[in-house]
């Protein structure tokens, strides 16, 4: 490893831990999931919405909840689909919408979709979709053209449901039988 790489890593990793530090989670309303945003965000009034913040530099962050069931984001044969339709629904709504990742996991126990992509003028955007069973909480970010992405995504990984805690979960069968 050459001393250059080793010393962007390093730079990249006090960087990363710097904003960390100085990082809010926010409890969301109605929901498990939590935001956590690192110094530099604005929060903005929006009707509609979960919630929106701005930075100085032109990125927007905007939360929405659509009260929906989502059996078909839970169940394995149908995942994907699924996952393939609500990408069709983000698409529709941006202009010159150019996707550059896609990735369907499951976040503390709920499947999530994550969308990377360009939209016409050269932004970046973006977004999460939470698929709980009864609603879907999304997080869209706009990154402006020439502006850093790297604080964005590492708001988006961040945005997730809380892990249950040992006092919320149930009793395994195991101690249920003892």
């Known amino acids: 490893m050459s001393i250059a790489r ?17 990082a809010e989670t926010i409890e969301l309303p109605k929901t498990t999931a939590t ?5 530099g965000w604005t929060a ?10 701005k930075t100085a530099d032109g990125a927007a962050l905007a939360i929405t909840r659509a009260d929906v069931p989502n059996p078909d984001a839970w169940k394995a044969d149908t995942k994907a689909a699924y996952a393939d339709k609500v ?13 550059t990742t896609k990735k369907l996991a499951d976040v503390s126990g709920v499947p ?19 698929m709980f069973r009864t609603y879907a909480l999304s997080l869209a970010i706009e990154v402006p053209k020439g502006i850093d992405v790297a604080p964005a995504r590492a708001i988006v ?22």
């Open 87 to 99: 990408e069709r629904g983000i698409q529709g709504g941006i202009a010159g919408y150019k996707r």
């Open 44 to 53: 903005v009034k929006a009707s509609g919405l979960v919630a929106a913040y």
């Open 35 to 39: 935001l956590t945003l690192p110094a």
């Open 157 to 178: 990984q961040a945005f997730a449901p809380r892990a249950p805690s040992a006092a919320t979960q149930a009793p395994s069968t195991k101690a249920a039988t003892r």
């Open 6 to 22: 080793l010393s962007r890593g390093l730079v990249l990793a006090v960087a990363l831990s710097a904003a960390s530090a100085s």
């Open 112 to 130: 999530a979709l994550d969308i990377e992509a360009t939209r016409d003028g050269g932004a970046t955007v973006l977004f999460r979709v939470l």
